[in-house]
T-cell receptor, first 113, second 113 residues
Framework: DSGVTQTPKHLITATGQRVTLRCSPR?????VYWYQQSLDQGLQFLIQ???????AKGNILERFSAQQFPDLHSELNLSSLELGDSALYFC????????????FGPGTRLTVL | GESVGLHLPTLSVQEGDNSIINCAYS??????FIWYKQESGKGPQFIID?????DKRQGQRVTVLLNKTVKHLSLQIAATQPGDSAVYFC????????????FGKGTRLHILP
């Protein structure tokens, strides 16, 4: 158990809908990262937050957004969902903004029908 | 495409033998490399890391070798056990000012009885 929690574990929804994925980092970790893992693309970095502020952006679509709250938990919002958005979404956390070791949560499996 | 890639998508190893998983990277400025293990249904788990000022680092049953000349990274697992069955990802941090981690596609390690 990495100490990172993610909810929900599974999510099934329809195209065009909007969902919110939640992540609680390890106690004391200030940085949160979001990744998308699909069969054909592997693990893709989406976005990073550090202490409430956006720190780095990766291959995140404009339909997706995220935020980190004062209690350091983070939410990833996915809107106008498409079939291709079906994937595993992982959250990871690390102690500092320049800490290289990231601890991953168990993931949320999103299925868009 | 990915600059961090793996030579073999699947590796089958006899239980008790040593496993060697290889990875190539293209950015000579990358200064930090990590190996992650992902078991079925779980998030990636940190195994071992190495900085670019080192060429070898050992952990418990695992060794990471870095050859900067040919931009090659390898993970050696000694006395492979059934619990080592997983997908192994190498990842790189491409810049000291950016802690975005780029993951390779992954290699599935299959343990033969």
């Amino acid at each position: 158990d990495s100490g990172v929690t993610q909810t929900p574990k599974h999510l099934i929804t329809a195209t065009g809908q909007r969902v919110t994925l939640r992540c609680s980092p390890r106690s004391g970790d200030l940085s949160v990262y979001w990744y998308q893992q699909s069969l054909d693309q592997g693990l893709q970095f989406l976005i990073q937050y550090y202490n409430g502020e956006e720190r780095a952006k990766g291959n995140i679509l404009e339909r997706f957004s995220a935020q980190q709250f004062p209690d350091l938990h983070s939410e990833l919002n996915l809107s106008s969902l498409e079939l291709g958005d079906s994937a595993l979404y992982f959250c990871a956390s690390s102690v500092e903004v320049d800490s290289d070791t990231q601890y991953f949560g168990p993931g949320t499996r999103l299925t868009v029908l | 495409g990915e600059s961090v890639g793996l030579h073999l998508p699947t590796l089958s190893v006899q239980e008790g033998d040593n496993s060697i998983i290889n990875c190539a990277y293209s950015n000579s400025a990358s200064d930090y490399f990590i190996w992650y293990k992902q078991e079925s249904g779980k998030g990636p788990q940190f195994i071992i890391d190495i900085r670019s000022n080192m060429d070898k680092r050992q952990g418990q049953r695992v060794t990471v070798l870095l050859n900067k000349t040919v931009k090659h990274l390898s993970l050696q697992i000694a006395a492979t056990q059934p619990g080592d069955s997983a997908v192994y990802f190498c990842a790189e941090n491409r810049a000291v000012w950016d802690d975005k981690i780029i993951f390779g596609k992954g290699t599935r390690l299959h343990i033969l009885p």
